[in-house]
């Protein structure tokens, strides 16, 4: 049960609260004694961060009413089509 409208809940605030910060490419710390991993890991995580954003951004413009529209219509899709025997 929802507390909210599902049209006004989006796939970004779902998504935050399952992801709870963990990161979306995965990444680990490097080992602190290799000087090349950690410029690398400096740079993954910029590129970490513009991936988080990028899909909170297109997430946000999702609703839970949208995925529930959409899964309707598939199913009455997928009733509609014919059944090869």
């Known amino acids: 049960m929802l507390t909210r409208p599902a049209d006004s809940i989006t796939l970004a605030e779902v998504w935050c609260l399952v992801q709870a910060g963990d990161p979306v490419l995965g990444l680990h710390g490097p080992n602190p004694s290799c000087p090349v991993g950690i410029d690398v890991q400096r740079a993954l995580v910029v590129i970490e961060r513009q991936v988080a954003d ?20 598939s199913a009455v899709d997928s009733q509609a089509a014919p059944h090869g025997n």
């Open 54 to 73: 990028a899909v909170e951004t297109r997430l946000g413009t999702i609703t839970i009413a949208d995925v529930l529209s959409d899964a309707a219509k």
